[in-house]
């Protein structure tokens, strides 16, 4: 496979239209899960607050303004070929996508330089975080998504050991999601990364926040894990804005890594009910 | 569903219970973390702060930049408990009205009930529907906060759920 050149200059449109696409437009398998929600609920408040957020969601897609204020910290998932050249630089390009997405698009500024002495707003929503994959082809796909702090506030990791299993595993996702209650803006997305090291967790967590609530992992097991523990969590009762109902998530997707054979980390990501990713290949 | 004008009133706090369904027409003034330490330091110094809070609803919120057009951007509650460490202090000094999302904790509500206020929850994640309902604002201070100054906003029925009520009552321990 040849060299593919691609210039910098698309990669920041591209990074643009992403970070405002997301603000804007619901993903399709949220608000489908919203609607469905909807007509399962029985209490008034519940179909009520559900029938704002499918109304809110509404209106941010036609009028193309944000659907909640808290448009997020960019998170960015880019799978790059490895026979990719790019004309200019990959790192500016992509925080050069991000300042004009948040300036041009009319989305908060939600990022501050120092976290403990300083905290002064960046005014540009930058940097963003990039994690970066070098996959062979030469193609950059890149999935990106505003992270809203109520809901990863909320997020936890534990180190668990093996001897835990899987009945440990669950027991630290529903505690997780119990104690963050009405907190995150339920119906919440909860992504949950089992294995590899500590930040490799993390990392999958995230990353499962990122996938489709209409798909689930390949592995039955894992599968079967997901809808237990969506189950459960619905169980739970806080529903809908935590106002009570039977609809506390939307999605449980689980990513796994391997791990070392004295480890079994599990990192809970929480995301609200915006659940905002998009994704564009160039 | 219960309409209530701002500012709060006594009476008007009594007949409030926790679960209340209500729109809120009137001022309120907003703050979130940065303009509450600022408050909060000033307070605890004795000295005067830039906004009279006596009798006041703040609204736990920084809005989305207003597009052209819009009198504000998407403007839902972010969650109050980072709020928690200053709120009794504000309330004791007069504040009567909280708005924003999530639980409280005991001193919360403690200071609520010794001060006859109350705590209203808007519905997370709801910002461009929220925001129709506020239909005027101005700074007041803190600008260099940006997001995070304090501003007086101009509502009509803002929706919102009785979340603690003057007696103590909290919607979150309900469930």
């Known amino acids: 496979m040849e060299t593919r050149k691609i210039n910098a200059r698309e990669i920041t449109e591209t990074v643009k239209k992403l970070f405002m696409d997301c603000n804007y437009f619901i993903g399709e398998d949220i608000l489908n899960a919203l609607e469905k929600a909807r007509e399962n609920e029985t209490s008034d408040t519940a179909e009520s607050v559900l029938s704002q957020i499918i109304e809110n969601d509404k209106i941010a897609a036609e009028e193309e303004i944000p659907m909640c204020q808290d448009t997020g910290i960019a998170v960015l998932f880019v799978e790059y070929g490895d026979k990719v050249f790019i004309d200019g ?54 999935t990106a998504g505003g992270k809203g702090f109520g809901s990863e506030n909320m997020s936890a990791i534990k180190m668990l050991t093996p001897s835990y299993g899987v009945e440990g595993v669950k027991s630290f996702i529903l505690d997780t999601v119990r104690a963050a209650g009405p907190n995150p803006c339920p ?48 169980k739970m009762g806080f529903g809908p804005a935590g106002l009570g109902g039977k609809t506390c998530a939307l999605g449980v997707n689980i990513e796994t890594s391997p791990t070392h054979i004295a480890g079994m980390p599990v990192a809970v990501n929480i995301c609200c009910h915006a659940a905002r990713h998009k994704t564009a290949e160039i | 569903m219960k309409r209530i004008t701002l500012p709060l009133t006594d009476e008007q706090i009594s007949t409030l219970k ?102 209203f929850a808007a519905i997370g994640g709801a910002a461009a529907l929220i925001a129709k309902s506020i239909k005027k604002t101005e700074p007041i201070c803190y600008e260099d906060l940006g997001t995070e100054s304090i501003r007086r906003y101009y509502v009509e029925d803002f929706p919102c759920v009785v979340a603690v009520d003057c007696k103590g009552n909290d919607v979150y321990n309900n469930l």
């Open chain 1, 89 to 142: 630089d990959f790192e500016q390009a992509v925080q050069q996508g991000v300042r004009e997405a948040y300036t041009d698009g009319y989305l908060r500024k939600s990022v501050v330089d120092d976290p403990v002495f300083d905290r002064i707003n960046t005014k540009d929503n930058t940097p963003a975080i990039i994690h970066t994959r070098i996959v062979s082809g030469d193609k950059i796909r890149i």
């Open chain 1, 187 to 234: 119906p919440i997305v909860v992504g949950v990364g089992i294995g590899g090291t500590f930040e490799r967790a993390a990392q999958l967590a995230k990353k499962a926040t990122f996938r489709s609530i209409d798909t689930s992992n390949p592995d039955e097991r894992y599968r079967a894990l997901e809808k237990e523990l969506l189950d459960e969590i619905n």
């Open chain 2, 18 to 119: 926790a679960g209340d369904s209500v729109l809120l027409t009137g001022t309120m003034i907003t703050g979130r973390d940065a303009a509450h330490k600022r408050l909060f330091e000033l307070a605890e110094k004795g000295e005067k702060l830039p906004v009279d809070i006596k009798g006041e609803t703040i609204y736990y919120v920084g809005p989305a930049p207003a597009k052209p057009g819009y009198a504000v951007g998407p403007a839902g509650p972010t969650s109050s408990y980072r709020m928690d460490k200053y709120a009794p202090k504000l309330l004791d000094m007069g504040l009567k009205g909280m708005v924003g999302k999530g639980r409280r904790n005991d001193e919360v509500i403690k200071a609520v009930v010794r001060n006859h206020a109350v705590y």
